[in-house]
DNA sequence: GACCCGCTTTTGTCTATACAAATAGATACA
DNA sequence: TGTATCTATTTGTATAGACAAAAGCGGGTC
C-alpha cells in the first residue's frame, strides 16, 4: 500500500522518464490532479514539491508545473575510504605509515591551501595494500590548529582517513580527479614501473571556510577506477525557464 | 522573509553542519518543536520530512529523529559535454571528424555493452581542440536500432555528444573515469608522448535499459582533471539506524 | 506606443484536526 | 523464563479551508 502523494510522485516520474512527457511539457495543474485522484490538494502539491526538490519539474506561480531539461552532466560519484571500500567489495585492506611528521606550512602549499603561512600542521605519509598488493599511496596535511587531538595519535590501528571522518564535523569537501605518470619514488612504492599512468584524487575539506585536511591518494592506474551513476531522477536544480512548446 | 518550516530546516541543518549536534543526536520531537517555534506540526512536519529526504537524519516512529551518520563517499562531479565546458570558460572549441563508419557490433563490444551480437552501430572517432590545442580524443558507438537518424547525420556543425544529448531521450547514464598510458596513435593525435598518462572517461547512456551510446574520451592528463564538491546537505540517504549515544 | 492598475490564476504556506502505522516498553500469562 | 498482548508515544498521511505571493493579462490613461 503506497501513499497517494507517493503515487502522484511515481506517475508522473514514469512519464518523464519514459519521454512521454518531454523537457518543457507542462504538468496538470494541481486543481486537475486533485480532480484524476480524487485527493486535497495538499496531497497533490506534496508530490509535485518533491518533484521540484529532486530538479525534475520546474514550478511557477500562474504559470504552471513544466518537465525540467535533462541534465547529464553531473553525476554521482562514490568516493568512498580505501579500507571502507576493502571491505564492501570483500577484500583485505592493510596499511602502513611511512611518515608523521610535525611542521609548520611553507608558503607555497599555504597559498595553494588557502591558509595562512607557518599554519602548524601534521604531515602524513602512508601506504594502502588491498589483498596484499599495493593499491594507494596517501600523503595528507592536517590543520593541527582544526584537529588537536591529532598531535598525539599515532594512527596505528586507525587509518587516518577514518579518524578524522569519525572525529572531525566537516562542511564542506573538494574532490579533484588527475591522471599523472608515476615519479620514481612513488613507482617503487606502488610496485609498478616509473612513467605509469597512476590516478590521483585530491580531497581538501572544510569547516567553516577552514581547511581540516587535504590530501592526495596515488592510485595505479591499472588496478584502480572511479565509476558514478546517474540517474535522472537525482538531477541537480537549476534555474531554467520552462519551454512554451508542446502542451 | 523565509517561510517557517524553511527556518526550522535551515536552524537545524546549522547545528547539524557545525557539529553542534554530532551524529546520533536526537532531534527534538514535533511537538517540542511546535512549542519552541509557535506552530502547527504539519509545518515542523515538512521541515523535518525534507531533512530526512536529505538524508540529514533519519526518523523512524515512536523513536524520534537522529542526527544521519556523516557521509563523505558520494560526490557530484561536472561532467560536461566538451564544447559546453569550453564555452563556459571563455575558450574556443573546435573539432573534426576523424572517422564515420556503420558497422556491426563484434562479439568482445557487444558482451562490453551488454547488447546482442550482430547489431547495427555507427562508430564515430572525433578529435577537439581548445584554443587550437587537442583537448580530447572522441570514440563513440552509437546504436542504430535506438537512434536511427544518426545514420544520415554528418555531425558537421553540431558535435556528436550535444546532438545525442538533444536528440535522445535516455534514462540512465554510467560514468568510469580511468587514468592510461597513451599509445602512439593516441599520442600523436592528443599532441602528447607516447606513455604520457591521459585520464579517460567512459559514458555508457541507456533508454529503458537498452543501450544508446557508449563513449570513451581520452584526454591528455597534462591538460586536463575532473573536479567536484560536496556539501553535507546534498548527503545520500542511506539506511542506518540511530545510535543510542548522545541525547 | 508606454505605463500603471487591478483582476485572475496558480502555486506557496499555514492551521487544526483526524486517524493510521510502527514500535518500545509494560503487563499478563503459560 | 519466554511469549503473547496491550498501551502509549511518535511519526506518516490526509483533509478542508484560508490567505499570501507571484505573475500573466487586459483595460484605461497619457
Known sequence: MVSIHRRI?????????????????????????????????MTVNKALSALAERGMIIRRRK???????????????????????????????????????IETLDAVTATQLGEPTGAEILRLHCLHAVDGKPNALERRIIMLAMV????????ASVPPGKWLLDMVPWS????VIRAVSADAATARLLETERGDACLTLIRQTWQ????????????????????????????????QLPRRSAS
Not at 564542506?172 to 574532490?175: D, M, Q, S, V
Open 148 to 155: 588537536p587531538s591529532a598531535r598525539t595519535e599515532g594512527f
Open 172 to 175: 564542506k569537501a573538494r574532490h
Open 208 to 239: 567553516n571556510s577552514r581547511t581540516v585536511t587535504y590530501v592526495e591518494i596515488i592510485h595505479p592506474g591499472d588496478r584502480f577506477q572511479f565509476a558514478g551513476d546517474f540517474h535522472p531522477t537525482e538531477r541537480g536544480v537549476r534555474d
Open 63 to 101: 504559470v504552471g508545473s513544466f518537465v525540467a531539461a535533462r541534465q547529464i552532466d553531473r553525476t554521482v560519484m562514490d568516493i568512498q575510504d580505501i579500507s571502507t571500500e576493502a571491505e564492501l567489495a570483500g577484500h583485505d585492506h592493510s596499511y602502513r605509515i611511512l611518515m608523521r611528521k
Open 9 to 41: 510522485f511515481e506517475d508522473i516520474e514514469a512519464r518523464i522518464m519514459s519521454g512521454a512527457w518531454p523537457p518543457g511539457h507542462r504538468i496538470p495543474f494541481e486543481h486537475e490532479l486533485v480532480q484524476e485522484y480524487q485527493c486535497s490538494r
